[in-house]
């Protein structure tokens, strides 16, 4: 079985194929989606998004906020995070870059 690029080097591969190959000028965006459980005081403060009655919050963070703040997850899988504390002070809701959820 062939195992799929991890998070770490799907970053280099961005980061060299549009950065190096093109030679162009981009902000790379990661988008993550949450689904909202719980009491909604509990839940980040963004407008939520609904979906067959479910709430889901989407949160932004640049690709080079999450490499400057990513650390090792796991070495044999080559995957990185952000720690949560981290995270929420980097991350951003979809609406600050325009992107309408509703």
């Given amino acids: 079985m062939r195992r799929q690029k991890s998070n770490g080097r799907i970053l280099e591969f961005i980061l060299h ?8 000028s981009v902000t ?18 963004v407008r939520p998004h ?10 932004v963070v640049t690709l080079a ?3 400057e703040h990513c650390r090792p997850r796991s070495a044999s899988w080559d995957t990185v995070s952000v720690g949560t504390a ?14 309408s959820t509703g």
């Fill in 50 to 59: 609904v979906f067959r009655e479910e709430y889901y919050a989407f949160l």
């Fill in 17 to 24: 194929y549009l950065g190096g190959v093109y030679s162009i």
């Fill in 65 to 67: 906020e999450y490499q």
């Fill in 28 to 45: 790379i965006h990661f988008v993550f989606a949450y689904l909202l459980d719980g009491p909604p005081d509990r839940w980040p403060a």
């Fill in 86 to 99: 981290t995270f929420r002070r980097i991350a951003r809701p979809v609406e600050v870059f325009g992107i």
